[in-house]
């Protein structure tokens, strides 16, 4: 199940994100957080990715996701998004584990914010907002704002995603977006994740702690180790695409959980040493 981290065979299909030879270093290059760091996601039209990082506290995995979306840049290496190097005209949304939302604007107004800034009239970006806000469950409080408590922590997610995925369908960050929540919510968040994923065919970068979760969501797991981090285990799961709650009931499931749970505990080891 485990791959060696090459990319000799990942030619076939156009890659929608590329990062090369990334480090990073804050002293002027003598100490490095991050080196030789590579990380390639291809390009899957009409099925899209579910990529997901993990890692111990501190191994750069939310630092991965803003060199993706430019909110970062690298000390070295490339990171291409669609063949292009990112830059701030780069637009790519982020869900947080925190609450992101702009809590003096309504729920209507946050989730068509992109639309707003792109000049997009008021009537054509409340109706496209309309059509988020009914797919995430939040229809009847579009004009709420969207803050707690007058919004649960998973209706608040939502806005969130909403918000990503009309900013661009095409790709989505999250980080540790359900630690947060409750159980409950956080198995209904996750579901949630899945049917929008489907729709959209999005190619989805996720970042959690969470090894059941990361089985359940990914097609793709990725590990990183750090001093110095960078990616050295990639897992491919091979669970069928279309996943629901009985799919955590499968023993193949159980055994990919404890599979990736070794490798953790593997790379965890050796990066201590």
Same mark, same amino acid.
């Given at each position: ?6 990319? =000799? ?6 890659? /929608? /994100?590329?990062?090369r030879g ?21 390009? &899957?039209?009409?099925? #899209?990715?579910?990529?997901? /990082? ?37 637009h790519i ?29 008021? *009537?054509?970006?409340?109706? =496209? ?23 649960? #922590? #998973? ?65 793709? /797991? ?13 897992? *491919? ?10 799919? &955590? ?23 201590? *040493?």
């Amino acid at each position: 199940m485990s791959q060696p981290f090459t990319f =000799k065979d990942e030619q076939a299909l156009d890659n /929608i /994100i590329e990062l090369r030879g990334i480090g990073q270093s804050y002293d002027g290059n003598k100490n490095w957080v991050i080196r030789d760091l590579d990380f390639i996601v291809e390009d &899957k039209p009409n099925q #899209g990715q579910f990529a997901i /990082i993990l890692g111990m506290s501190g191994c750069g995995k939310s630092t991965l996701l803003r060199y993706i979306s430019a909110l970062q840049t690298p000390t070295e290496g490339t990171v291409l998004v669609k063949g292009k190097p990112v830059d701030q005209n780069t637009h790519i949304s982020m869900v947080f584990q925190q609450y992101s939302s702009l809590p003096w604007m309504t729920v209507l107004d946050n989730v068509g914010l992109s639309l707003r800034y792109a000049g997009v009239s008021k *009537k054509e970006r409340d109706e =496209k907002a309309m059509e988020l806000i009914k797919l995430v469950g939040l229809e009847g409080h579009e004009k709420k704002y969207a803050m707690y408590p007058t919004l649960s #922590g #998973g209706q608040l997610q939502r806005v969130a995603i909403a918000r990503s995925i009309l900013a661009n369908p095409d790709i989505l960050l999250m980080d540790e977006p359900f630690g947060a929540l409750d159980i409950k919510t956080r198995i209904q968040m996750q579901d949630l994740l899945l049917q929008l994923w489907e729709k959209f065919h999005s190619t989805v970068i996720f970042v959690t702690h969470d090894i059941s979760e990361a089985v359940y969501l990914g097609d793709d /797991i990725y590990i990183m180790k750090y001093a110095p981090s960078k990616i050295v285990e990639h897992i *491919k799961v091979d669970l069928p695409l279309h996943r629901n709650r009985e799919t &955590k009931r499968d023993p193949h499931f159980t055994q990919l959980v404890h599979y990736v749970e070794d490798m953790m505990m593997k790379v965890s080891s050796e990066g201590a *040493k």
